[in-house]
């Protein structure tokens, strides 16, 4: 077995542990899977929550890193990610798609549906097949109910323009598992493999 990521594995920037997250293993009260595609967000980068500063809404993505930062999206969907970089800067990752592997049955019924491809391919879907709430917002993600597990290998992996955004289109910083069936949606052909 792989060894538990502590609040340390976090201090590099948003896209190197977005790209290191690829293959690590994610689980919340044991329910998870492989996580598949990521996105990086820096307080530098516009289409940041924290470009313009700390709010109640955005506080625990300023850390300290290795917890998690929850947020709803669309006023639907609750989202995951993971803080980075040292107290005060401002950077995370997006969980936005794993590949289920624990838990297929309680997350079919909280998805109400039975395809494992889509059970968690995008960040909402991640959010309700994990039972993701806002009482987890700011908690540590090597005590319960998280658990991530480093990767096992190495893994081929994409990059290319993050997705739903209007700004910072410019940067490549979403990650995904190269030839996954389980991506929020494809990479275009003229997707980056990285290093």
């Not at 792989?2 to 976090?10: A, I």
């Not at 947020?71 to 995370?92: D, K, M, P, T």
């Not at 700011?138 to 290319?160: N, S």
Request: glycine content about 10%; aromatic content about 8%; hydrophobic content about 35%.
């Amino acid at each position: 077995m792989t060894r538990t990521l502590h609040p340390d594995d976090f201090l590099p920037d948003s896209p190197t542990v977005a790209r290191e997250l690829i293959g690590a293993i994610l689980l919340v009260d044991g329910i998870g899977g492989r996580i598949v595609e990521t996105e990086a967000y820096d307080r530098a980068d516009p289409a940041s929550h924290t470009f313009n500063g700390p709010t109640p809404r955005n506080q625990a993505m300023f850390g300290p890193p290795g917890r998690a930062y929850v947020y709803r999206s669309y006023g639907i969907h609750w989202c995951l990610n993971f803080v980075c970089r040292e107290e005060g800067h401002g950077a995370g990752v997006l969980i936005r798609a794993i590949e289920p592997l624990e838990g297929l049955k309680e997350m079919r019924r909280r998805r109400s549906l039975d395809d494992p491809k889509l059970l968690c391919a995008g960040p909402g879907r991640v959010g309700e097949a994990l039972g993701i709430v806002l009482d987890m917002n700011g908690l540590r993600l090597d005590r319960k109910p998280f658990k991530v597990l480093a990767r096992d290998r190495d893994y081929d992996i994409v990059t290319g323009p993050r997705i739903g955004i209007s700004k910072a289109m410019e940067l490549h910083w979403r990650f995904g598992l190269a030839g996954s069936p389980f991506l929020s949606r494809r990479f275009s052909p003229a997707s980056r493999p990285t290093p």
